[in-house]
């Protein structure tokens, strides 16, 4: 019955670090569409550095999960 729960759970942790994955991916295309956009002229420059600190500190912060939940497996 333990080795049911350990194997339920390693599936759970599979799953969701595919999620982070992805929301990964995202904000890492976010960040290159907001230099885009500053390069284009559509945002300013601090509206820029203010999203992308942003973006990339949720990316950071997914990343640190990833690799802790990487190394329960």
């Known amino acids: 019955m333990n080795f049911a729960i350990t194997c339920k759970a390693k599936k759970r ?3 969701d670090l595919t ?3 992805k929301k990964v991916d995202e904000y ?3 960040i290159r569409e907001l230099y ?3 390069v284009k002229g559509l ?3 601090s509206d ?3 999203m992308s600190k942003g973006f990339t500190t949720e990316r950071d912060r997914l990343e640190r999960v990833i690799a802790d939940g990487e190394k329960q497996l």
Do not use: H, T
Request: proline fraction near 0%.
């Open 36 to 38: 885009m956009d500053k």
């Open 13 to 15: 942790l599979l799953s």
């Open 28 to 30: 890492s295309k976010g």
């Open 43 to 45: 945002i300013s420059e």
């Open 48 to 50: 820029y550095v203010d």
């Open 19 to 21: 999620v982070y994955q």
